[in-house]
């Protein structure tokens, strides 16, 4: 007999409201529909009313998890409108930013999928290990979400401090390496769980345009620091994990090898991190244009359009998210798992509903 | 007129003002408040001394903790969940978002502030407020809590 469980809008597992609807028979679950649009704040409606500085604090707020992500692209996007490029030193404190924002992010996510395996000793060393990085980031930028540190042509403030900075990473590399990596990959717990479970093949990545991840995961070899160097991601030297298999456990473990190349990616750019001006420039009005840019956040492609019409508000402002083209993935990974493996095999694509839903 | 709580009242405040248990619900908001609030149950911030547990039914819960502007779509569901949790019942409004919309004021899915809605018992200012914030307006939450408990012995309703 075939039944319905509707789940949510909220949901004890996931922070944000999205309503899940799965179709079982027994234990299986047969199909999967996913309702978003609980976020929706109508951000890109409210662009189009403010000019273009007041909008950078608008877009920071599109997600609070990646609110580098949004601005940074953002800010792009209107340089290249204005055809100006940052100074180096700016360019290199936004790299080292988003990599501290990518390991946050990343850690964040491993510490609520041991949540939801149940594994909570694992959740608190992950939150543990992530108030690193948000001292870091309070260091660098004042404040531990919304950074507000990019601003157009530059950034809003100096980065004074890199041996604090290059310490904090050292010490998240070494507990990455011998505490998150061996428990993630060896432990029976958690092979038991996620192992061949949620499977999306290659085939089906590229078919539902999977990114980040969630494409790395299923042997999709795309990243755009790697792809389409911005910024200065050309002058460090990393790799991209990938994994085959296609699994949750394949999700976690490119996610967890990210963590190392993000501290590796901020050790190389403080390294090189040159003197001299890092401020942005004032302007009043954008050129009359389209522009658009693209970067890799910590749940794949991030894609801004921006177009104007000379004057100081921009007449469109579109935002593509990751999760928006990750999500529907979900429903090929749900499809004949069981009940219980549901939570955890919707975490596994790390969605992030604010961001869809905008 | 003074009305002494009864010996079950005064039990009933004592074992609620010692583990309030929380139900958290985002309307709308940018997870910057989420993901803070979610730092208060880590080991720095350890929320878990106060005798505090995060709950996943609003059934079960004495205080709820909202974030966000409440968008339209929002709204129903924010309604149905305060009607569920049972009184003497605290909200802690977390964040600029639900005190006054925030950046997102003036948008068109936005219905808030949060008071349109439910009584809010405590703002928690910030965007995001941090964790310390958030702890503190808990702590303020559990004193609203016990003095709720005692308006109920002196005759009056819960609410
Ligand atoms: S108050 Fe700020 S951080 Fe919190 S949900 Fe609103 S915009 Fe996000």
Known sequence: ?358 | MDVKPSLFDRLVRYARGRSPWLFHLNCGGCNGCDIEFLACLTPRYDVEQLGIRLEGSPRHADILCISGPVTRNTQAALQTIYAQTPAPKVVVAIGSCPASGNVFADSPSVVGPLENFVPVDVYVPGCPPRPDAILEGIVHAIEILKAKVVRSAEGGTYV
Not at chain 1, 56 to 83: D, K, P, Q
Not at chain 1, 213 to 228: E, K, N, Y
């Open chain 1, 1 to 358: 007999m075939s039944y319905t469980i509707p789940i949510g809008p909220y949901h004890p597992a996931l922070e944000e409201p999205y309503k899940l609807e799965l179709e079982c028979e027994g234990e299986r679950v047969r199909a999967a529909h996913l309702q978003i649009g609980f976020n929706f704040r109508a951000i890109e409606l409210l662009a189009q009313s403010r000019n273009v500085i007041q909008n950078i604090a608008l877009f920071e707020r599109v997600c609070g998890i990646c609110s580098n992500v949004h601005t940074l692209t953002y800010c792009l996007a209107v340089e290249n409108l204005l055809g100006i490029e940052p100074p180096l030193r700016a360019q290199y404190i936004r790299v080292i930013v988003a990599e501290l924002e990518r390991l946050h992010s990343h850690i964040l996510w491993a510490g609520a999928a041991a949540h939801i395996l149940g594994f909570q000793t694992l959740f608190m060393t992950c939150f543990r290990l992530r108030e690193i990085v948000m001292d870091l980031l309070e260091s660098i930028s004042g404040n531990r979400v919304n950074y507000a540190m990019n601003a157009v042509g530059g950034v809003n403030r100096d980065l004074t401090d890199p041996r604090t900075v290059q310490e904090g990473v050292h010490q998240i590399r070494r507990a990455v390496e011998e505490q998150l990596i061996p428990v993630f990959t060896t432990d029976p717990t958690v092979r038991a769980r996620c192992a061949g479970v949620g499977v999306l093949t290659k085939e089906e990545a590229l078919a539902w345009g999977a990114v980040g991840p969630t494409a790395r995961a299923s042997g999709v070899a795309q990243d755009l620091r790697q792809a389409q160097p911005y910024l200065i991601y050309d002058r460090l030297d990393f790799s991209v994990p990938v994994q085959e298999s296609g699994d949750v456990l394949a999700r976690i473990i490119v996610r967890a090898l990210e963590m190392v190349e993000s501290c590796l990616m901020i050790e190389q750019a403080l390294d090189q991190l040159p003197s001299g001006e890092w401020r942005g420039q004032l302007f009043v009005e954008l050129p009359p244009g389209e522009a658009v840019a693209r970067i890799e956040a910590p749940r794949g492609e991030v894609f801004y359009y921006l177009a104007s019409d000379g004057g100081e508000k921009p007449v469109r402002v579109k935002v593509r998210t990751p999760s928006f083209v990750n999500m529907p993935t979900v429903r090929l990974m749900l499809k004949d798992a069981t009940l219980a493996d549901a939570p955890l095999i919707q975490a596994s694509i790390d969605p992030c509903y604010s961001c869809t839903d905008r």
